[in-house]
């Protein structure tokens, strides 16, 4: 758990059922968690920090932890309303729209590629933007990367999706750090990566 900008603390963990490391990120101030995997020593620090109020997902798939942060911190977890046929076991998890200001002045843009629900953060107070699965980066210190082929419907298509999507977040929106579900952060030149990546 470090704090990697004035606010910003990120940490990563490996999933039990994918066996591989994937990144979250907690806002005190903001008292928001973003598609949090917590193990027990991240729970307890959680819990001290804040707690988190708001759990907020880049997509339907990082729900990770967000059950134990809701019995334990009382935190309302957010998805966008696509992604919400998801939660067929009882979750507790409250839509929102794109478009839509979240807690924390966050506000949530979509991507449209790779899945209906992918979603990007802009985190004005944090000068941040927090992407889901449509750009990872599979080595610390290494550029940005798309998911391999496999995991796309149509691989091709959702490549000139995305990086459609990242050339207008990367043009209109105001942000230093790139923060990802799958991979270290970019801190300080997030929007220039972002923007070399989508071409």
């Not at 924390?104 to 000068?127: K, L, M, Q, S, W």
Request: proline fraction near 8%; aromatic fraction near 8%; charged fraction near 25%.
């Amino acid at each position: 758990m470090r704090e990697i900008a004035d606010g910003i603390w990120h940490w990563s963990a490996t999933h039990p059922r994918l066996g591989i490391e994937v990144h979250s990120t907690y806002l005190p101030a903001e008292r928001v968690a973003i598609d949090p995997l917590a193990p027990p020593d991240v729970l307890e620090w959680l819990a001290e920090h804040g707690p988190p109020e708001h759990v907020l997902l880049t997509n339907r798939h990082h729900y990770r932890s967000s059950s134990e942060l809701v019995e334990r911190c009382g935190a309302t977890v957010r998805c966008v309303r696509q992604g919400l046929h998801e939660f067929t076991h009882g979750e507790a998890v409250e839509p929102f729209d794109f478009g839509d200001e979240l807690p924390g002045g966050i506000v949530a843009y979509e991507v449209d590629a790779i899945c209906p629900d992918e979603t990007a953060f802009h985190i004005p107070t944090r000068r941040a933007l927090a992407l889901a699965d449509g750009a990872v980066r599979l080595e610390p210190g290494g550029p940005l990367a798309f998911v391999p082929d496999h995991l796309m419907h149509d691989p091709e298509r959702t490549k000139e999706g995305l990086r459609a999507a990242y050339r207008r977040l990367a043009a209109e929106l105001d942000f230093e750090h790139l923060l990802l579900a799958h991979g270290e952060p970019f801190v300080g030149n997030g929007r220039e990566a972002l923007a070399a990546f989508a071409g």
